[in-house]
């Protein structure tokens, strides 16, 4: 990697660090996501033990998954089953907020002839600005984990008396699955910008890789599918496959046609 893709990355990560409601949008959803969500959840789980829907996932877990008490086993199925898949929108709604104002932002500053005109072909320019956006996507993604893994144990000791054991899952999420899709996520978005005219025409994308996790959400409160381990596994490999040919193709299909349109 040479100085002046660097140079790209930091002026990208700084961009949004220092643009405070871009910063606090990046924000919001992973504390919601990951502090006010799970506290809820616990919460009823500890005062509403006997909700029914609760229930019907408990016949799903496998019994090598059943705690010492119910209100544990129900806090482990929260936490080991149902966060993964919330917590998936995290880096897609990171890698939309930032992704967006890649090229778009270039063009509202007026800086984007002077980005051309640097000696970077515009295929360097392109992976410049996926890379910049993915660490920052991928920053977010591990803060948020450490944030909710500290309130879910925190609350859970507080109110049931023991820490809840984490599932290998997230293992494989924050290793595998998250990264990919942050970067289906970037390489999406980061296209898209190069054609738009504003941030928000250019974070469509985002909310159609959003509506397979609804999907997910809701067979899992239904009792329908319960996210396993192989099934986390076998997304990630799929995810990370799609991921390497998006970037490769919009990387080949850039032109400063699309750039300056």
Request: charged share 10%; hydrophobic share 60%.
């Amino acid at each position: 990697m040479n100085q002046a893709v660097k140079t790209i990355i930091k002026k990208d990560i700084k961009g949004i660090t220092s643009n405070r409601s871009l910063f606090l949008s990046l924000l919001i959803v992973p504390l919601v996501l990951t502090v006010l969500l799970p506290c809820i959840f616990l919460f009823a789980v500890h005062f509403v033990p006997d909700d029914p829907d609760i229930r019907k996932l408990l016949d799903l877990l496998p019994r090598s998954a059943w705690s010492s008490s119910p209100e544990l086993t129900i806090s482990g199925l929260i936490l080991n089953y149902i966060m993964p898949v919330f917590f998936l929108i995290i880096p897609i709604m990171a890698s939309s907020v930032m992704a967006a104002s890649s090229f778009v932002g270039e063009k509202e500053k007026h800086t984007l002839e002077t980005l051309l005109y640097s000696p970077l072909t515009l295929g360097q320019i392109f992976r410049a600005k996926v890379l910049a956006s993915f660490l920052m996507s991928m920053a977010v993604s591990l803060a948020s984990f450490l944030v909710m893994l500290l309130f879910m144990e925190l609350e859970a000791f507080f109110l049931m008396g023991s820490l809840l054991p984490l599932s290998a899952s997230w293992l494989i999420l924050l290793c595998m699955l998250s990264p990919a899709v942050s970067l289906i996520a970037v390489t999406l978005i980061v296209r898209g910008s190069a054609r738009a005219q504003s941030m928000e025409e250019s974070q469509q994308a985002a909310v159609f890789l959003i509506l397979p996790l609804v999907l997910l959400v809701v067979g899992q409160f239904t009792g329908v599918l319960l996210v396993s381990q192989w099934l986390l596994l076998v997304l990630s490999l799929a995810c990370a496959l799609l991921a390497w040919i998006l970037l490769r193709r919009a990387a080949a299909r850039y032109t400063y046609e699309m750039v300056l349109k």
